[in-house]
């Protein structure tokens, strides 16, 4: 089963401050994924990636930055982090194959304040 | 630009009952997937279903390409079966774009 590791579970920041949030995943998935999770608005996408170095902008990007370092790892960043940036962000990895197994699987999300 | 809409937004269940799950499409897709997920917890792949019918167990998924649509179908429910169902759909660019789900309760 694939695996994809998110951290930290919990942060709290302030106003302004800066927020790093990783993502690793252990199967050599091709493509990467930061969503956001609010109520009312289901899950939406900020950035994916379909490999290291590559970054493609998804539909919520304003005020965030990713980069994708290696085929594993995906960070997600705050710089001048704000209120409305308070929400359940979720990481996932995906192989798409077109007729094989095309499932999108998730990290247990980072819960994310921001006072 | 895509959009995916679910119904009912929540569902009431009691225990063995059965219940229908719908997901519409605005644009044509290549392929749509179900999760599941609790309250406060990760999102699970419960069907990866581009056309036609699949079934595990209990839960049955039927997609119909062409009326750009999706059914979840849950027999005998339990009281485990209770949480988030949430539909997803890929139209282009190998990315999801996801309902806002439907919340079910099942009491006993």
């Known amino acids: 089963e694939a695996a994809v590791t998110q951290s930290p579970r919990n942060k709290v920041t302030v106003t302004g401050g800066n927020v790093t949030l990783s993502c690793r995943q252990t199967?050599?998935?091709?493509?990467m994924y930061w969503y956001r999770q609010d109520t009312g608005h289901g899950l939406r996408l900020i950035h994916y990636?379909?490999?290291?170095?590559?970054?493609q902008i998804g539909d919520v990007p304003d005020g965030y930055k990713a980069t994708r370092t290696t085929q594993e790892d995906f960070f997600l960043l705050l710089e001048l982090a704000s209120p409305s940036q308070t929400s359940l962000y979720f990481c996932a990895s995906s192989e798409w194959d077109r007729g094989r197994d095309e499932r999108l699987f998730f990290g247990h999300g980072t819960k994310l304040s921001v006072l | 630009g895509q959009q995916v809409q679910q119904s009912p937004t929540s569902l009431v269940l009691q225990e063995g009952e059965n219940a229908e799950l719908q997901c519409n499409f605005s644009?044509?897709?290549?392929?749509m997937q179900w999760f599941y997920q609790r309250p406060g917890g990760s999102l699970v792949s419960v069907f990866y279903?581009?056309?036609g019918t699949k079934q595990s167990g209990r839960l049955t998924s039927t997609t119909v390409i062409k009326e750009r649509r999706s059914s979840l179908h849950i027999s005998s429910s339990q009281i485990t079966d209770s949480g988030t169902y949430l539909c997803a759909m890929e139209g282009m660019g190998y990315k999801l774009t996801f309902g806002t789900g439907t919340s079910l309760l099942v009491d006993p």
């Open positions: 990636s379909y490999g290291a170095g590559n970054l």
């Open positions: 199967n050599s998935h091709n493509y």
């Open positions: 644009t044509s897709l290549n392929s």
């Open positions: 279903n581009p056309s």
